[in-house]
Nanobody, 124 residues
Framework: QVQLVESGGGLVQAGDSLRLSCAAS????????MGWFRQAPGKEREFVAA????????YQADSVTGRFFISRDNAKNTVYLQMNDLKLEDTAVYYC?????????????????WGQGTQVTVSS
């Protein structure tokens, strides 16, 4: 099973930017469809953004469109989430997920492999 390690979270002020990284290792495939979900206290885990294994297609939640951008570097087996103009409501634990190529063909859904999460806290 692929192992996922997130990094880049932290405490920032509203309007600031952060870039999260998710490094993939192990597993039986060279690449995966990957993405980000987030979970705020007392709320369910929700979709944020996803990217196909080739990087040819991306998906974003309406709440982050125009502010968050997902990308990947397959040479480094790493997916990034660039978060701009952060808002208080973006505060959450951000989880990286992965599935074999083709998992996103029907649109974003819960992944089967997850990282441990990284905390993003936005203050006013």
């Amino acid at each position: 099973q692929v192992q996922l390690v997130e990094s880049g979270g932290g405490l920032v002020q509203a309007g600031d930017s952060l870039r999260l990284s998710c490094a993939a290792s192990g597993g039986t495939r060279n690449s995966y469809d990957m993405g980000w979900f987030r979970q705020a206290p007392g709320k369910e885990r929700e979709f944020v953004a996803a990217i196909t294994w080739s990087g040819g297609r991306t998906y974003q939640a309406d709440s982050v469109t125009g502010r968050f951008f997902i990308s990947r570097d397959n040479a480094k087996n790493t997916v990034y989430l660039q978060m701009n103009d952060l808002k208080l409501e973006d505060t959450a634990v951000y989880y990286c997920g992965a599935d074999p190529p083709g998992a996103l063909s029907g649109g974003p859904s819960y992944f089967h492999s997850w990282g441990q999460g990284t905390q993003v806290t936005v203050s006013s």
